[in-house]
């Protein structure tokens, strides 16, 4: 039962961590929804309007200042659309991780509950050979006290019969009563007087 009671406190932290965890995951998995979303945008977005060259900019550029400006913003936009795939691919590591690892705390809470369940039955069985134990003590008690009983009674009635042949035997005799005679009946014969 101690051990039911440590496993159920177990049970209870692993319920929790694996419910953390799931809100963890949840959210991990909404920022990466955003951020593929956001990905998907921008890819349409160069799809439609294609991809921009380094020399388009160079030849679509009314000075030199617009040059670099329109250089610095697409080396921006390009740093950003990296910045925008390492964090999606980090999150789904980080997403893949979480996922192992609730599945791990999962299969352990399985495990606990199968030991909780296994401990059950072998409470039940203890129970039930404890059970059949007392009945089969309490019915040798029974017939032993019935053999008890039995040997008082056999007892009681051999002590009311002594008592009862002692007073037979006391009434019929009375003593010696006149002359005694010889021990022995004639024609016997005897060395000494």
């Known amino acids: 039962r101690a051990e039911q009671e440590k496993l159920a406190v177990e049970i209870k932290d692993v319920e929790s961590e694996i419910a953390l965890a799931e809100a963890e995951l949840a959210e991990a998995e909404l920022r990466l929804k955003e951020h593929e979303d956001l990905l998907k945008m921008r890819l349409r977005a160069i799809q439609q ?26 080396s921006l936009i390009a740093s950003n659309d990296l910045r925008l795939i390492d964090e999606i691919q980090a999150e ?19 495990n606990m509950r199968s030991q909780v369940a296994a401990n059950e039955a072998e409470m039940e069985r203890a129970a039930a050979h404890r059970e059949t134990l007392l009945v089969e003590l309490q019915e040798e008690i029974t ?14 009635e051999l002590d009311n019969l002594i008592r009862r042949l002692i007073a037979e035997a006391a009434s019929k005799f009375s003593g010696v009563v006149g002359s005694l005679h010889w021990p022995i009946e004639a024609p016997t014969w005897m060395s000494s007087g």
């Open 49 to 74: 309007h294609g991809v921009i060259t380094y020399l388009e900019v160079l030849f679509n550029s009314s000075s030199f200042a617009d040059f670099l400006t329109r250089l610095h913003n697409l």
């Open 92 to 110: 789904r590591d980080i997403i893949q991780v979480w996922k192992e690892d609730l599945e791990l705390k999962k299969a352990n809470l399985e």
């Open 143 to 156: 017939s032993n006290l019935k053999a008890i009983q039995d040997l008082e009674n056999e007892a009681q």
